[in-house]
């Protein structure tokens, strides 16, 4: 017996949807199970921007499975999509590829050194493995199987017959093209690409100039391109005669038995609802601006005998430092490679957070760190009872999912932490370690495997994300002509840090010490609360030791630093 929603006491997002699914799902199908849909395009690789437009019904179908009614998230995979461009930047390609363009992704050979069959396998594959990392429990439908098996035949027959009513709907929107409003602000690349949309949003209506409107669009059975041109159609017999532009090749088909087509997207879209039912789908800003895909399905749907499934427009998702992203460029960050450098959780919690509607960036720079503190914070507030609402059921998505918690870490140190440690030790596992262990010595790390998967991520981070001169090198020598510079005050700095060592040896123990040898030189006591002055004083003295320990200002946090160098060697490189 399904759970009543409690959407009085939720407050995020994901419930408030929730709520009005089930709420709408009742209305047009009582007693089915709700379902919820994204579609994915494997022309290229798929990247984080993408990912919203799965976890954004996945998260909603996520709650309403945890209120015990049944949910099938469809995740279509439109591989029967025409190739429309070779992306920039894809390993294993060249300009030989452009001679595939207007086949069907699936028709076109996959990157050389692939193990995958074709192109549009080549690029599911790698987004289907890190669902599966991120927890995400989906129904795929490939639409290369479904039209070629004939599934959507019954489909397509009805949209030939009713051609001219969806001619008008179209008509509507290409007959009332106006200028856009000028902008009050520059545009940058992520609002242009906007306006210019995705490859699918934008694709021809299937207006067929003077032969007539066919929603119908033919893959040539010679050349296998779509760069056909429909010439007539007899609803009784239903024999479609097309001409192909690519090879000159023209003939005469019956759809009652003809499965080398698809209908055109603004049609496709639409009729997919219909036939699956779809309750909830979002779609990105490039489907939901006026007279785009999603608007122009509300009322083609009709003609399917189906409804506009209900569903938020989507923002779009950034990466620090680079502008919105397109898979046709190349080179931008895939769910993939997010994964290599921060665990299912954290990327989860990324897209839980916020309202769909809300842009955000996922870090690959220092940003991480923080976004990681953040983090642990928030879980240590939940372990405490002190998170609001909000926070507590984002969290809670992160987690876990209605099937269980997601595998975790099971010591989640600090990744800011571990992300300094492996930077100075270059990955030795016994170093690593040792340093690590000597984090808190009342319960020392008996094995990496502790640490890990994070500890692998904070890795991956360093070596793949930190430019070659922003690691730290810690010295072999100690800086004599420094340390021989130094008035009485600065070595008696050094020389109070030196006879505290053996005494704060842990992790918070040496955050005392770094932090209170400014405090005892000014006179004062070490755990006096810090004073503009005393933080000058603080700052003056940290830059010291990153210049006697790695040869710059900065670096590294200097308790990390400090645990990370080695107690001995921290003498000979302070001049003990």
Not at 483 to 504: A, M, Q, V, Y
Request: net charge negative; glycine share 8%; proline share 7%.
């Amino acid at each position: 017996m399904p759970i009543v929603a409690q959407s009085s006491t939720e407050t995020d997002w994901v419930s408030r949807f929730a709520d009005e699914v089930i709420a709408e799902a009742e209305r047009r199908a009582p007693g089915k199970p709700v379902v919820v849909a994204s579609g994915l395009s494997p022309s290229g690789p798929i990247h984080l921007g993408n990912l919203r437009e799965v976890m954004t019904p996945h998260l909603v179908a996520d709650e309403i499975r945890r209120r015990g009614y049944q949910v099938r998230h469809l995740i279509s995979w439109d591989d029967y999509d025409r190739y429309r461009k070779v992306p920039a930047g894809v390993p294993g390609t060249d300009e030989s590829w452009a001679e595939h363009i207007g086949k069907p992704l699936t028709s076109v050979p996959a990157p050389a050194g692939s193990a995958y069959p074709n192109w549009a396998e080549h690029f599911k594959a790698a987004m289907t493995e890190s669902l599966a990392e991120l927890g995400v429990e989906y129904d795929g439908i490939s639409q290369t199987e479904q039209y070629t098996a004939g599934a959507y035949r019954e489909q397509i027959l009805h949209a030939m017959k009713h051609r001219n009513e969806i001619d008008a709907i179209l008509d509507q929107y290409r007959t009332k093209q106006k200028p856009g409003k000028k902008s009050q602000k520059p545009l940058d690349e992520a609002e242009l690409e906007a306006e210019e949309g995705s490859g699918a949003a934008t694709e021809d209506d299937g207006s067929g100039g003077g032969a007539g409107y066919y929603p119908y669009k033919p893959y040539c059975t010679v050349c296998n391109k779509d760069l056909t041109t429909v010439t007539a159609y007899d609803d009784e017999t239903t024999e479609l005669t097309y001409n192909c532009t690519a090879c000159g090749h023209s003939e005469t088909v019956r759809l009652t038995e003809f499965n080398r087509g698809k209908l055109v997207w603004k049609v496709d879209w639409p009729m997919r609802w219909a036939y699956e039912g779809v309750i909830f789908e979002p779609s990105g800003v490039d489907h939901s601006s006026p007279g785009s895909s999603f608007q122009v399905g509300g009322q083609i749907v009709g003609i399917f005998g189906g409804k506009q499934p209900i569903g938020p427009m989507y923002a779009f998702v950034g990466i620090s430092g680079m502008a919105k992203m397109s898979s046709s460029k190349g080179g931008v960050p895939t769910p993939a490679d997010a994964l290599k450098i921060m665990e299912p959780q954290l990327l989860r919690w990324l897209y839980a957070r916020r309202k769909p509607n809300q842009s955000f960036k996922i870090a690959f720079d220092q940003e991480i760190q923080r976004l990681y503190d953040e983090w642990d914070s928030l879980e240590r507030k939940v372990g405490e009872g002190t998170v609001l609402p909000a926070d507590a059921a984002a969290y809670s998505r992160a987690a876990r999912t209605a099937a269980g918690e997601l595998p975790r870490t099971p010591r989640p140190l600090s990744y800011r932490t571990l992300a300094s440690v492996v930077d100075i030790t270059a990955g030795h596992d016994e170093q690593t370690l040792r340093i690590l262990s000597e984090l808190d010595p009342a319960n020392p790390l008996s094995s990496l495997d502790e640490a890990r998967p994070r500890l692998d991520r904070a890795e991956n981070w360093i070596t793949t994300q930190v430019p070659a001169e922003q690691r730290t090198l810690v010295r072999d020598e100690p800086d004599l002509e420094l340390l021989g510079s130094l008035d009485d005050s600065g070595k008696e700095s050094l020389r109070l840090l030196l006879e505290g060592l053996d005494t704060h040896w842990s992790l918070d123990g040496l955050t005392t010490l770094v932090y209170g040898v400014p405090k005892v030189m000014a006179g004062l006591e070490p755990d006096a609360k810090p004073t503009p002055e005393l933080k000058v004083a603080q700052r003056s003295f940290f830059a010291l030791l990153y210049r006697l320990l790695v040869s710059r200002e900065t670096g590294p946090r200097l308790p990390t630093l400090l645990l990370a160098v080695g107690a001995d060697r921290v003498r000979k490189l302070l001049g003990s």
